[in-house]
């Protein structure tokens, strides 16, 4: 079956959802979101061209404790790059105690994202409300990729972070795919 994956398309068409993670040609992809949807009928949905093979780093932020997340870098560092913010909420997934209040971006931080040019942040938390899916939101000053797991796995820079609408149309929250390569 890996002879026939040949890239980051063929996977997601494949039902990538479905796998943890997947070595094609020397390069790993790992799914990052709580998807509950699945992909029959999908053919024809463009990627979201903003938010495709970007740059990313991973900032691990106090702990899966209710907390201001707020993460150390230098403006130049993160300008066009995608910031995500593992705190081990994601162990929670699938409980209760997902859903208890928990981390939540801090103002200031969110204030310098946008002014060094961040393109969006992932976080291992909910943002807004109540859902099982993995979803993006733009109605703020930056994207937020919000309910994204196994960030830990993820080397903590020098990888590739993807969004993928998992349905045609817009709004301001969209249940998407989210998944890292590299």
């Not at 593992?86 to 162990?91: A, L, N, R, S, Y």
């Not at 820079?157 to 249940?175: K, N």
Request: net charge positive; with cysteine; aromatic share 10%.
């Amino acid at each position: 079956m890996h002879e026939l994956l040949q890239s980051a398309k063929i996977l997601y068409w494949l039902g990538f959802a479905n796998m943890t993670g997947i070595c094609d040609r020397g390069k790993m992809l790992i799914e990052l979101g709580q998807t509950t949807q699945t992909d029959t009928g999908r053919t024809g949905v463009p990627p979201n061209p903003l938010f495709t093979n970007l740059r990313a780093m991973v900032f691990e932020s106090v702990g899966p404790v209710r907390h201001e997340v707020s993460v150390p870098f230098h403006d130049s560092q993160v300008r066009g790059v995608a910031l995500l913010i593992q705190t081990g909420w994601d162990k929670r997934w699938g409980t209760d105690a997902y859903w208890e209040p928990g981390p939540f971006l801090a103002e200031h931080l969110i204030y310098r994202a946008v002014r060094s040019g961040s393109r969006l942040f992932g976080v291992d938390f909910p943002v807004t409300g109540k859902s099982s899916e993995t979803r993006l939101i733009t109605s703020g000053k930056i994207a937020i990729v919000e309910n994204l797991r196994d960030l830990a796995r993820l080397p903590r820079l020098g990888f590739r972070f993807t969004v993928e609408p998992l349905e045609a149309g817009s709004g301001e929250i969209r249940a998407v795919r989210a998944y890292a390569e590299w």
